[in-house]
């Protein structure tokens, strides 16, 4: 039985009538950039989540850029975030002249481990990037208690994480600035490029909208410096479409979890962990094993998809070689680099292709 590691076409070929009618609307409407899908797109994602307002934009890697704006980071200013994560978390810190610091992860959740952010604050630090990684909440009251003691902007990067609550709060609104994805593999993934911000203080949200539209409010003034980060009408019309799926696809995410966590029996695996604060919504399902490439070969030998999420740690890649950590300095991530695999998790697996996964990792 083949289980690929991700099939987009079962959910668009599940949508195509309803997406493409939608593509025609906006199109005979000639709605490109914003315009009303967006906007009902903004307001739907907003009351469905739990979010005051949401502002749309063009990719998940712009409202981290926007967000990084708004905090007024600037050159030699410190934003600690974590090295385990997608390189675009770090980027807009890149794009604003700051530096990024890294502190190492907890290994059951494969985020930012609280005691080691606290260790990391020095007189610089202006900041915090959270990421709840693979769509499991970060420990935010600690994190939170850091960032008041030293009165620091947090953004969080929701950008697996998307309809995720900790302790009952959507994630984005703790910290002071929160951004999503809707590239096309995340757990709301759309047509093409997508991504959201959202804030709980409204400051921040209409500085996020005037940024996105060219530091503007009325066109031609521009009162402060922005850039083009709108999301374009056919996006919006194709989340539209999407987004009523979206709780039935995260359900179906954490029932499979649920399967995964019950059935691998196999010695020596690490599974994810489940902390009561908050329940991951799987956007991966990622354990580790000690000998991690054989297990790989053995699950494609199987014909079961994997992938290596993430093979290398941030402060080892090459783009970061000046911030001068070398192997070593985060030893947690490091492992989690080394021995992690990620599993086949999407909504549209069948019970027989997990199950045909559980058995295949039990037998090896
Ligand atoms: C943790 C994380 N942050 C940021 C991004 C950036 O999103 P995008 O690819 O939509 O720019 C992604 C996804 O790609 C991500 O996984």
């Given amino acids: 039985m083949k289980v690929p590691f991700l099939d987009l076409s079962l959910q668009h070929q599940a949508l195509r009538a309803p997406a493409l009618a939608a593509l025609a609307a906006t199109y005979d409407a000639t709605r490109f950039c914003l315009g009303r899908d967006v906007e009902d797109f903004e307001k739907a994602f907003a009351t469905t989540l739990g979010y005051p307002?949401?502002?749309?934009?063009?990719?998940?890697?712009?409202?981290?850029?926007?967000?990084c704006m708004i905090a007024g980071f600037q050159p030699g200013d410190e934003v600690i975030t974590t090295p385990f994560t997608f390189i675009s978390t770090v980027w807009g810190l890149s794009y604003v002249g700051a530096t990024p610091v890294f502190a190492d992860i907890e290994a059951g959740t494969f985020n930012l481990d609280p005691e080691k952010l606290a260790a990391a604050v020095t007189p610089r630090t202006k900041g915090i990037i959270v990421v709840h990684l693979f769509g499991q909440p970060a420990r935010m009251d600690e994190i939170m208690a850091v960032a008041r003691r030293h009165n620091l902007f947090v953004i969080e990067d929701c950008a697996q994480a998307v309809g995720a609550r900790y302790r009952g709060t959507p994630v984005g609104i703790i910290g002071d600035a929160g951004t999503f994805s809707f590239y096309p593999t995340k757990n709301l993934g759309g047509c093409g490029e997508g991504g959201a911000f959202v804030s709980r203080r409204e400051e921040v949200h209409t500085r996020a909208r005037h940024i996105r539209v060219h530091g503007s409010d009325r066109r031609y003034h521009h009162d402060i410096i922005g850039g083009n980060f709108r999301m374009d009408g056919f996006q919006g019309a194709l989340l539209n479409v999407k987004l009523p799926h979206l709780a039935a696809w995260t359900a179906r995410r954490q029932t499979i979890a649920a399967r995964y966590l019950a059935g691998i029996k196999l010695a020596d695996v690490i599974l994810p962990t489940s902390p009561d604060y908050g329940a991951s919504v799987f956007h991966q399902f990622t354990i580790r094993h000690p000998r991690r490439d054989a297990l790989r070969e053995h699950l494609a030998k199987h014909e079961i998809g994997t992938d290596l999420i993430y093979p290398v740690p941030l402060h080892l890649q090459k783009?970061?070689?000046?911030?001068?950590r070398g192997p070593g300095s985060f030893p947690v991530a490091e492992q989690a680099a080394a021995n992690c695999v990620s599993l086949p998790i999407f909504p549209e697996l069948t019970d027989a292709q997990v199950d045909h996964v559980i058995q295949a990792i039990n037998a090896f």
């Fill in 53 to 67: 307002r949401a502002l749309a934009m063009n990719s998940g890697t712009s409202p981290l850029h926007v967000a």
């Fill in 319 to 324: 783009c970061y070689a000046g911030l001068g």
